[in-house]
C-alpha cells in the first residue's frame, strides 16, 4: 500500500545552516505530495505541496521537488531560521479509489535551530 | 474567519468508560477526516467522510470506534470501552470540494485513558 519514509530525527541546526530532511515514498499511480509543519502547541499546517512529477513546492524559503525516478520529495532551506523549529511531517494523497483524499504521513522530524 | 474546531481539547478517563469528540470543520468543506497520532509518530487515517457519507474507515478503527457527520457538517467521533492503548492525540481535518487535496487540520483532543 502507499506509505512515506521520513528521516529519522532529531536534527539539530545552528542558525542559518542548510537543511535537508529526506522523504522517499511508495505509491501506486501519481500521487500528491506535501510537507506539513507543527509548531510548538500548534496544529499542523501546509508548508508545501507538489501535485505531479517534477513539480517544485516552495513556502516560506523551503523547497522540495516531486522526483518520481526516485519516489522522493526531500525538504530543503538554505538558511534556517530559530523560529523553523518545529516538527516536520512529509505526507502524500493517493489519486484513485479509496486512497483519494486521505494522507498518509510519515513519523516526523524534529527539527531544532539554535542561534 | 474560523478554522476548524475540535472539543474538548484534553480529555482524561478511565479506562473502560465512553468519550465523544465534536470537530467543526471550515464552513463548505464538504470532505471531513479523522486521523489519530500518538508520541513519536505521524498521524494514521481513521475514517474519511463527504458530506455526510462515511465513505472509508481504516482497519485501525476497530468496533469500539464509531464517527458520524449527521448533517454534512460537524462530525463526532465515539470511543466506547476505552483502553490505555487509545490514549492519543485526535485530529480532524477538512478539505473544500474539487480536486485541492489541502486539508486543514484541528488544534486535536488530547485523550488520555487512566
Known amino acids: 500500500g502507499d506509505s512515506v519514509t521520513q528521516m529519522e530525527g532529531p536534527v539539530t541546526l545552528s542558525e542559518e545552516a542548510f537543511l535537508t530532511i529526506n522523504c522517499t515514498y511508495t505509491a501506486t499511480g501519481y500521487p500528491s505530495l506535501f510537507w506539513y509543519v507543527q509548531y510548538p502547541g500548534e496544529g499542523l499546517q501546509l508548508l508545501l505541496k507538489a501535485t505531479k512529477a517534477d513539480d517544485k513546492g516552495s513556502n516560506k524559503g523551503f523547497e522540495a521537488t516531486y522526483r518520481k525516478e526516485t519516489t522522493s520529495f526531500h525538504l530543503e532551506k538554505g538558511s534556517v531560521q530559530v523560529s523553523d523549529s518545529a516538527v516536520y511531517f512529509c505526507a502524500l494523497s493517493g489519486d484513485r479509489g479509496s486512497t483519494l483524499g486521505r494522507l498518509y504521513f510519515g513519523r516526523g522530524t524534529q527539527l531544532t535551530v539554535w542561534p | 474567519d474560523t478554522g476548524v474546531s475540535q472539543d474538548p481539547r484534553h480529555k482524561i478517563t478511565k479506562r473502560g468508560q465512553n468519550v465523544t469528540f465534536r470537530c467543526d470543520p471550515i464552513?463548505?468543506?464538504?470532505?471531513l477526516y479523522w486521523y489519530r497520532q500518538t508520541l513519536g509518530q505521524g498521524p494514521e487515517f481513521l475514517t474519511y467522510f463527504q458530506n455526510e457519507a462515511q465513505l472509508e474507515k481504516s482497519r485501525l478503527l476497530s468496533d469500539r470506534f464509531s464517527a458520524e457527520r449527521p448533517k454534512g457538517s460537524f462530525s463526532t467521533l465515539e470511543i466506547q470501552r476505552t483502553e490505555q492503548g487509545d490514549s492519543a492525540m485526535y485530529l480532524c481535518a477538512s478539505s473544500p470540494p474539487g480536486t485541492n487535496l489541502e486539508q486543514f487540520f484541528g488544534p486535536g483532543t488530547r485523550l488520555t485513558v487512566l
Open positions: 464552513s463548505e468543506h464538504n470532505r
